[in-house]
Nanobody, 125 residues
Framework: QVQLAESGGGVAQTGGSLRLSCAASERGINNRVMAWFRQAPGKEREFVASITWSGGSPYYADLVKGRFSISRDNAKTAAYLQMTGLVPEDTAVYYC??????????????????WGQGTQVTVSS
C-alpha cells in the first residue's frame, strides 16, 4: 500500500491562501488518481478535488471551484492543493487520497484505497 503524507496546513485569515502538499512513498502513486478530501468537526468527510494520473481532468467540488487548484508532479511523486480565497467554512482536516480504477471520476471516499494522516487547516474570520 502506498503511504501518503500531507503537509502545509496551518492558520490563515479569511481571504488568505495556503498550499497543501502530499508526498507519496513510491512511484506506484503515479498511476493513481489523486484527490483531496476534508472533514470538519461533526461532519462527514467530503470530496474537495481530484486529478488523473496524467495531470489532466482536474475536478472540483462546487464549494471550492474557482478558489482551489489541484496539481501533481509525478517526478516528485507528489500532489498539491493550492487554496485561495479561504473562508471560515474551509476549516477542516484535509486528507490526501490515492486510488486506482474505482477512483476515476469518483467523489466517494470509499473508492480511494490510500490515505494520509491529514493536516489541519484553520481559517479565522
Amino acid at each position: 500500500q502506498v503511504q501518503l503524507a500531507e503537509s502545509g496546513g496551518g492558520v490563515a485569515q479569511t481571504g488568505g491562501s495556503l498550499r497543501l502538499s502530499c508526498a507519496a512513498s513510491e512511484r506506484g502513486i503515479n498511476n493513481r488518481v489523486m484527490a483531496w478530501f476534508r472533514q470538519a468537526p461533526g461532519k462527514e468527510r467530503e470530496f474537495v478535488a481530484s486529478i488523473t494520473w496524467s495531470g489532466g481532468s482536474p475536478y472540483y467540488a462546487d464549494l471550492v471551484k474557482g478558489r482551489f487548484s489541484i496539481s501533481r508532479d509525478n517526478a516528485k511523486t507528489a500532489a498539491y492543493l493550492q487554496m485561495t480565497g479561504l473562508v471560515p467554512e474551509d476549516t477542516a482536516v484535509y486528507y490526501c487520497a490515492g486510488g486506482l480504477f474505482r477512483a476515476y471520476g469518483s467523489t466517494r471516499a470509499d473508492d480511494f484505497a490510500s490515505w494520509g494522516q491529514g493536516t489541519q487547516v484553520t481559517v479565522s474570520s
